[in-house]
């Protein structure tokens, strides 16, 4: 495991020592507030030492105080909020690049930012300094757009997050993930595993028993999955039974994965008669979406996630993002967060409205297997998600004209919105064996227009 620690930086009020101490619960590492510390040490408060002794004195204070944290901590990892100030000075700088990452996080909206300040002035003798040392902040390369607390898991959305894989202790990686991108890897042994859904089995899940076998996990040890959502699906799976249950982080490298499978702790895996019908519900401790791994990606699988993007657009029937070229952290965590705030609501699907998430699913899973998974899952969402809006359309449920404004957007990200070779009547079967299955009724997410996504069930015969 690598002995680097994660510090935190940003301007004051961003909320550094709030996800400091989530993100060090996530990871099981001591958290530690510099401020708190400087304070400790000074025995007054930092107000009172700017106020008495000057800024001066109170930045020497810092440099000694940083260092004398990261000295004490003897080698070992921690997550380390910093001051807003603290890495102005070029030394402090490179001591924390010397002994870890440096995570920045964006600010909110200056409204919001002022209004955090003016809660309590006296606390932040500086006040709002964001607009002063902008071009500081924005010299950071790895940075953190938006997180979010679901239950038992952290989400954190940015770019270049590199540090967090080895903070595990073992790791199990898409093969050719692995590859691209092995210095990520570099700090933790890992065992890879073939890409593709046609692998999501058994016998995928039973080598990476194996592995953990070898790699003697026990109960306290935490794993990594680095990959797409498949790698996810599985690794998570194994992490849930594995010794009953063990930690595990997420670290999605396919825009798909990032704004669907990474978020939500469904894990699982395909038997012969349908997707996913063995699985768990087994958070991650953390998810660590980075955008910068979106830059080795073809074409065709950012296609595929804009797939999901456009399912969430649906839903919520507000959002709108670009759908030509890379999506920033802001767009992916504002995707995100329609199925961050269905999953919050209904984290185990008891409540009925997690399957909005479904949109589209229940004839894209079949059109997915009918193809023997040469379409991929994106592709199938996005003309399942048209086929069930043709259904709403014959139900009664929609415009006449829906399925073209939604086949429309869908192409716009260069997406199939047909399957010809696939006619609804041959797909009733495979549907059939569906895990919304209830006798010969079936649950659909049917979306009947932008906003406007219904739970409906119908029998077999009434689907074709």
Known sequence: MSNSSIFLYGPPAC????????????????????????????????????????????????????????????????VISLGGGTLLDASNRAFAGDNGRVWLLEPPPPAELARRIAIDPASRPLGDKYEERRAHYGSFQSSIAMSFDLPDSLVVVGRNLGGAA??????????????????????????????????????????????????????????????????GDMAG????????????????????????????????????????????????????????????????????????????????????????????PAEIAENLSVKVGIVRQDPREEKGLRMLLNCGHTIGHAVEAASGYQLSHGEAVAIGCVEEARLAVRLGLARANWPDALAGRFREAGLPVSAPQFPLESLVPIMGRDKKRAGSRISFALPCGFGDVRIVTLDIGEIA
């Open 15 to 78: 909320g550094k020592t709030t996800l400091g101490a989530r993100l060090a619960a996530a990871l099981r590492l001591p958290a530690i507030d510099l401020d708190a510390e400087i304070a400790r040490r000074a025995g007054r408060p930092i107000p009172e030492i700017f106020r008495t002794d000057g800024e001066p004195a109170f930045r020497r204070l810092e440099s000694e105080t940083l260092r004398a944290v990261v000295e004490g901590l003897g080698g070992a990892q921690a």
């Open 237 to 328: 799976f194994a992490a849930a039974t594995w010794m009953r249950g063990i930690r595990w982080v997420n670290i999605p490298t396919t825009l798909l994965s990032m704004v669907d499978a990474s978020t939500g702790g469904k894990t699982g895996f395909d038997l012969p008669e349908g997707k996913n019908l063995v699985g768990a519900f087994h958070s991650p401790s953390l998810v660590i979406i980075d955008t910068s791994y979106l830059a080795t990606l073809p074409a065709r699988e950012l296609a595929s996630g804009q797939a999901e993007m456009i399912k969430h657009e649906t839903i919520s029937g507000s959002l709108r993002h670009s759908v030509s070229g890379i999506p920033t």
């Open 166 to 231: 080895g903070m595990a202790k073992f790791a199990v990686a898409d093969s050719n993930v692995a590859r691209i991108h092995h210095a990520a890897l570099a700090d933790i042994p890992h065992f890879g595993i073939p890409n593709g859904e046609q692998f999501k089995r058994l016998d995928t899940v039973s080598s990476i028993w194996g592995a953990f076998r070898e790699a003697q996990i026990g109960r306290k040890d935490s794993i990594l999955a680095f990959g797409g959502g498949v790698t």
